[in-house]
């Protein structure tokens, strides 16, 4: 039997590695995947490293990882250049990078990675898809670096998750998500298309207090017709912060901080909520959906939005 390499190990490794090489000087962020990938795999698998890392026509793909050509070794990590948008293509090679060093005995052909629209979540293959995504969150942003960006107990604006997007080199949403990972806030991440609910995703205490939307195996749910996810006529410049009383979004009274995404034409809200004690608590904490979390259904990566 052999022991798997967990991705957030696998991230913390390197993560160890570059904060030995860069400290906290201004070179650390953002991570330059294809240089670790090929220094990295170099170092500690000499007879198998990565030798290639390039965009290519990849029609169907948004990256893959490739075994060489027979009479050379190592491996190639290609991304789809049809991508524009640099978080999208950063995630994408760290997650590439994520199947080198957890997939390649199992996949020894190597992999391609579609955006996961229809794939099962419950699937192997989704298992490996997600710990690709969370070894690509792990090393692009480690949580030492983005706690100091932002404190777990703090209140950020989009603008402030923008900027963290920014210092990491992915989208928007990637950065949500691992804020909403570590911080202490009740907080509730909802990404909307046509007045209805795609996917969403509730910090650690709103899901304890019951603050969170399910989405998957339900019909779908509505956004409040007061929201901003619907009332674009309220946003400036396609951003906005408007309050809510309770029972608007959720059972609690709410900020909502909107930004409408005309490039992938859906409506991201950050939901803030008060940090009450939990009136409302549950004896023990609901799994949030696993559908939920990695939000397959809405036709794109979903680190890689936005
Ligand atoms: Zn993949």
């Known amino acids: ?19 030995a090489a860069f400290g906290t000087g201004p070179d650390r962020f953002p991570v330059n ?5 090929k220094d990295y795999s170099n170092q500690f698998f000499p007879e198998d490293p990565i030798t290639l890392v390039k965009g290519d026509a990849l029609p169907n793909f948004d990256g893959g990882l490739y075994k060489a050509p027979p009479g050379k070794k190592g491996w190639g990590i290609l991304y789809n250049d049809a ?7 950063n995630f994408t090679l760290g997650h590439e990078l994520g199947h080198y060093l957890l997939h390649r005995l199992l996949f020894p052909d190597g992999l391609e990675c579609r955006p996961q629209d229809m794939v099962r979540w419950d699937s192997e293959y989704a298992e490996i898809e997600h710990e690709a995504n969370v070894f690509a969150a792990g090393l692009l942003m480690p949580l030492d670096d983005f706690r100091r960006q932002i404190d777990g107990r703090s209140k950020p604006s989009l603008d402030d998750l923008g900027t963290c997007a920014d210092r990491y080199r992915v989208s928007l949403i990637a950065a949500a998500l691992r804020w909403l990972e570590y911080t202490e806030r009740r907080a509730v991440l909802v990404v909307s298309r046509d007045g209805y609910i795609l996917w969403s995703r509730s910090s650690a205490s709103a899901l304890k207090t019951g603050a969170y939307f399910k989405t998957s195996g339900r019909p779908p749910i509505a956004v409040p017709s007061t929201s901003l996810a619907v009332r674009s006529d309220l946003l400036v410049k396609s951003k906005g912060v ?5 029972d608007v979004w959720l059972h609690d009274p709410c900020e909502e901080m909107a930004l409408l995404s005309d490039q992938y034409d859906f409506t991201i809200s950050l939901l803030h909520l008060d940090n009450a004690s939990p009136r409302w608590g549950r004896d023990e904490e609901e799994e949030q959906d696993v559908f939920d979390k990695f939000a397959p259904q809405t036709g794109m990566r979903l680190f890689e939005q936005g």
């Open 1 to 19: 039997m052999t022991t798997r390499l967990s991705p957030h190990r696998a991230a913390n490794d390197l993560t160890r590695l570059l904060n």
């Open 33 to 37: 995947v294809a240089t670790v990938a």
């Open 83 to 89: 991508i524009t948008s640099p978080g999208r293509i």
């Open 242 to 246: 408007l309050p809510h009383e309770a």
